[in-house]
């Protein structure tokens, strides 16, 4: 069986590592905070969104390629809601002294995707470069430089597949 062709605006969702700083309770007051800097995970939600293929259209929508960026969705990375914000990180290192969420913000890039180097149909191309498949991993914007750490996922296509 097949796998779907990637267009724009499928879903990626992963989880990025960040470096974060801001105040964390201080564990011997007073005072009652002090310095905290570490690493978070945030959810990275986004969608294909750059660089599509201007030549090729599945049902209306640009097809995604190996060169392709995905974007956060609106709102992702904005305080105190968005889940790539300071406020929504989880698992922290260090744990303690304990981080005071609401106080804390991403301090390196946040945002961009770029499909990891084992992404993309080894069969089929669009002007020389890969198309995307269904379940690809994307290197989405992991402060560690993590890779592989969020999947695209096809939903705006479903009747063009690609045998792999």
Not at 12 to 25: L, P, R
Not at 35 to 59: C, H, N, R, W
Not at 114 to 136: E, W
Request: glycine share 10%; charged share 20%.
């Amino acid at each position: 069986m097949g796998k779907l062709i990637v267009v724009q605006s499928d879903r990626v969702q992963g989880t990025d590592k960040h470096n974060v700083k801001g105040n964390a309770t201080n564990p011997s007051p007073p005072p009652p905070t002090v310095p905290y800097a570490g690493v978070g995970e945030f959810d990275y939600v986004g969608e294909m969104t750059d660089q599509l293929s201007d030549f090729v259209k599945i049902g209306g929508k640009p097809v995604a390629l190996k060169s392709s960026r995905s974007s956060l969705n609106p709102g992702e990375d904005i305080a105190p809601t968005g889940r790539h914000s300071g406020a929504m990180g989880k698992n922290f290192i260090p744990p303690t002294p304990a981080p005071i969420s609401l106080s804390l913000s991403i301090t390196d890039s946040i945002g961009e995707g770029n499909p990891s180097t084992t992404s993309g149909s080894s069969f089929v191309k669009i002007d020389g470069t890969d198309v995307l498949l269904d379940a690809d991993k994307i290197d989405t914007c992991d402060g560690l430089g993590t890779p592989m750490n969020s999947t695209v996922t096809a939903e705006n296509q479903d009747f063009v597949s690609c045998s792999e």
